[in-house]
């Protein structure tokens, strides 16, 4: 492709997703203790949930700026004449920041797009970026595709405790819900790459309810593509997938996947998060 793709490891993307479309994914890293691991290759979603579970302080940190300055060589020497560069909100990280250090050295042009999304908020928005650069679209076809992805993407999610969002300091303006925490089962969304508070819901149960319902409200009858994400609660996570599947009319592509570490290190163990996503 004239235009090659990077993002970084939060899009969780599918590695069918990535091989097909030779997507280059920069890993973020977590702190595990006193233990520094990448993203994707040396912790797992679980490791970091029982870490987090025995009370064991878990950080994250961005990419080094030479991760992305490698990651653009790299495609200059496949050939691409230019990259698009797609990363997680910059309300969240210091990714794409260093995209940003790293695209004023690179040996072709670099556009790097803050998506103000994550998980597959983000991975949406990559998709729709490689298969424009795929159909041979410019360095701005290919961006501006990817940014009218994200503008129409939203993101719902439920956490057991806003503990471990507030630990990570990403709680925003949800920490206004700390008061009640231990009274309320919190409804999330991202707006303009932020955390902010939805709902607060009496049960898990109810809110789970309320989740799908939210979901299926947002699809509407567009043809929508739609994630269910999860922290070691696949059960739920398929449960909702399967109402999903029979209540969203439009419904073009269904994925189910686990968050990764890093985003696994902010929400904690029992998320459940549904992602919408017109076409």
């Known amino acids: ?46 490791d970091v949930a029982a870490a987090l579970q025995r009370r064991v302080r878990v950080t994250t940190s961005r990419p080094n700026p030479e991760a992305f300055a490698a990651a653009y060589r790299e495609a200059a020497a496949r050939g691409a004449e230019a990259v698009v560069s797609l990363h997680l909100s910059a309300e969240f990280s210091g990714t794409y920041e260093a995209a940003v250090l790293a695209a004023q050295e690179a040996p072709l042009p670099v556009r790097v797009v803050d998506t103000r999304m994550v998980a597959m908020a983000l991975g949406y928005c990559v998709l729709t970026a490689a298969e424009t650069a795929q159909a041979g679209g410019t360095l701005d076809e290919v961006a501006a595709a990817a940014e ?70 947002q699809a509407g009858t567009a043809e929508v593509d739609v994630t269910v994400h999860h922290l070691v609660a696949a059960e739920r996570a398929e449960a909702i997938a399967e109402r999903l599947r029979e209540r969203i009319p439009g419904l ?21 998060a549904v992602v919408v996503s017109p076409w």
């Open 1 to 46: 492709m004239r235009v090659a793709i990077v993002t970084d490891s939060t899009a969780y993307l599918p590695g069918e997703a990535i091989a097909r479309f030779g997507i280059d994914v920069v890993p973020l890293s977590v702190v595990v203790g006193d233990e520094v691991l990448s993203e994707g290759g040396d912790v797992s979603p679980a």
């Open 148 to 217: 009218k992805r994200a503008a129409a993407t939203t993101g719902f999610f439920y956490v057991d405790t806003l503990e471990y969002l507030r630990r990570g300091g990403r709680i925003g303006s949800a920490r206004a819900l700390l008061g009640s925490a231990l009274a309320v089962k919190p409804l999330l969304h991202l707006e303009d790459g932020r955390i902010q508070p939805l709902e607060k819901v009496r049960t898990s149960s109810r809110a789970i309810a309320r989740l799908e319902e939210i979901a299926i409200q």
């Open 252 to 272: 073009r592509q269904l994925y189910v996947g686990e968050v990764g570490a890093v985003i696994g290190a902010h929400v904690g163990p029992g998320l459940l």
